[in-house]
């Protein structure tokens, strides 16, 4: 057994010795595996792409809204993100007269800019590595005595910064605590919408191409940063001005040719690229479906209302496209792990490790008992977040729960109050208690079904096992449930008089206390916090340990990989070139789709393709101006080997010489295990064209006047 795994080791190493890219890599900017991305092709220096002393690269890469990324390319704050990161805004500003999700929406000056009260964008002014301060003095201390003091050291270093009253210091630690990092942030808050294409165009192949290549999506929005006279950051005013970047990036037209170099830039969210292959395999084989089996009834009984009713649609629009995105992702990620051979590669991995190292062969064994130990309560720890994540009434009652206990404890103040009544507000916007009686009904026939009965509320089996059953009675509740938007009083909080509802506590109390949905939830919740969370937290503290030691040990013994922290939401970097691919027997895809496919996808009227009719009219007419490539087309999508995850979402794409080539939006579906095993020959991530974007702005959206704040490459 053991000769077999060194021989699938020595294979796997002698086979991806062949690609460029062995191990991906999100690398923090300051730390960037230069000699490599120069031998595929890179033209500019490290210090071009992050200097804090000067302007470079990094300061025309923002994180939007604190998840997504955009980027600055204007020398007037003109911010280029995805139509997906910014469908939230949207959908706010859009109505059924007003249907900007349908319609687009292009400013045609900047007094026509939309605000977003809420909206952020945030700016790295300077990255530190601080690993020394954070963990003076830990040595030889307890797992909860090093926490203790880690958090102290933490709040010394933070103080020592000194910062502008706009600015504040992150600390983040790398390496599964090993490595620990301070970011010194600006925060801008006057963020205007300035241009989106219809959905037709930003989402065009909605469900179905999520995740898919070949692609044909324009997934892009444009917005702009205001600041104040000075140049600072500064709430939503009038007499706010266009923010002037220390930097902005040239937008590229340049035709792109196969194994072209690129990088992504931005903030990639959270990746697990050193789990042991026991995690691998029980993510594969057990967490992930689960995750997809509770998504999919949700989806499909949304879709069935959404398909027939307008209001529903645009009210629900956000939230589905929300779920819908991570199903198909956890779907291509287990196939993609298992064509990967993910499991086997890494046993591979930790065996040929452990001949160099027998510490670690223990530290691994030891993970493989806390995990199996752990699977039963990890599975269910999955169905129960999916079940009140997605029975959107459950995740209410939970809300409300939350406000009763802080309420009766006496520890509800003023401020978490609004908080809750502001988050009430928004909840309600785009909620319906009837059609999410029908969700809440499926989800809890399907948690009885999966949930071992110890786990369980006493007789919930029984009394929630049917679907049938549970569509009667949910239904029933949901006409008499105080939180679900179908009574007297619920209508009052939802409308104007939300102050009033709140200002009689004990009345409000009173009523929570009897509500049906209130009393299932509890009983839920209660069942999951003493029979499962307390078990499943204590032996993921004892993973989390054992991983923060393994990955040290990884980092000692295997001297010759270069290694990148896994990602966690910080400024990154990665690299790669644009690449078709292979990803089954006899299938071989171009790196480059046009809008010719656009045209072959068309379906008149279909919510995912159809085409605007002016769309049709330009391509028909062949007018491509200066964005046609050498095929006499525009080129709408292309496929590169950076590697990539949620989070960069919006991240540009650059060439050589630090050119905006594309905008990040996707990955293809066969490669999206790439959070946890990236594979060169499987992994690519999707970018659109800065052709077609310019494309759509300039001939489709007439909205040239864009175009001429941009400095264009030809």
Known sequence: ?????????????????????????????????????????????????????????KDAVVQFNGGCTAEIISPKGLLLTNHHCGYGQIQAHSTVEKDYLSQGFWAKNMGEELPNPGVTVDFIVDIKEVTKEILNGTAGLTDAQSKDLIKKNTALVQKSFPLESYQKVVIKPMYYGNKYYAYIIETYKDIRLVGAPPQSIGKFGSDTDNWVWPRHTGDFSMFRIYADKNNKPAEYSKDNVPYVPKHYL?????????????????????????????????????????RIEVREIALKTLDEKMRTDDATRIKYSSKYASVANYWKKWIGEVEGLKKSKAVEK????????????????????????????????????????????NAETLSLANRFLNYMNAAEQGKLDDK???????????????????????????????Y?????????????????????????????WSKKSFLTGRTALNQAMITENINQVFE???LLLETLAKDPFIMLMAGLRNSYMTKVD?????????????????????????????????????????????????????????????????MEKYIPGDYEFDVPQKLINLYNAKDFGIYQDKTGDVPVAFTATNHTTGGNSGSPALDAYGNLVGLNFDRQWEGTMSDINYDPKLCRNIMVDTKYILFIVDKFADSKWLIDEMKIVK
């Open 250 to 290: 040239p937008v590229s037209i340049k035709d792109k040719k196969e194994n072209d170099f690129t990088f992504v830039y931005g903030f990639p969210g959270r990746t697990t690229e050193y789990l042991p292959s026991i995690a691998i395999d029980k993510i594969m084989t057990e967490i992930d479906p689960a």
């Open 416 to 446: 978490s109050l609004a908080d809750f009544k502001k988050g009430l507000t928004a909840f309600y916007k785009d909620y319906s208690g009837e059609l999410d009686a029908q969700v809440t009904a499926k989800l809890l026939a399907l």
């Open 346 to 389: 890494k046993r591979a991995y930790e065996q040929s490790l452990s001949t160099k190292n027998p510490e670690i062969k223990q530290t691994i064994s030891k993970m493989y008992d806390l995990y199996n130990q752990q699977a039963p309560y990890a599975l269910n720890n999955a169905y129960y977040g999916e079940l009140v994540r």
């Open 534 to 598: 307390g078990q499943f937290s204590s032996m993921q503290q004892e993973i989390d340990a054992l991983q923060k030691k393994y990955m040290a040990q990884l980092m000692e013994t295997d001297k010759d990989r270069k290694f990148f922290p896994d990602a966690n939401s910080t400024l990154r970097v990665t690299y790669g070139q644009v690449k078709g691919s292979s990803p089954r027997d006899a299938v071989s895809y171009n790196y480059q789709t046009h809008v010719a496919g656009i």
């Open 1 to 57: 057994m053991i000769r077999n795994s060194i021989k699938v080791a020595v294979l796997f190493f002698a086979t991806t010795l062949t690609w460029a890219q062995q191990y991906g890599g999100m690398w923090i900017p300051t730390e960037i595996n230069e000699k490599e991305m120069k031998d595929l092709g890179m033209k500019i220096s490290a210090k071009q792409i992050f200097d804090a002393s000067k302007p470079s690269i």
């Open 504 to 506: 009689n506590k004990n």
């Open 448 to 476: 009885a079904k999966k949930t071992p009965e110890q786990y369980l509320p006493d007789g919930f089996k029984q009394g929630f096992g049917d679907e049938k059953r549970n569509l009667i009675t949910i239904e029933d």
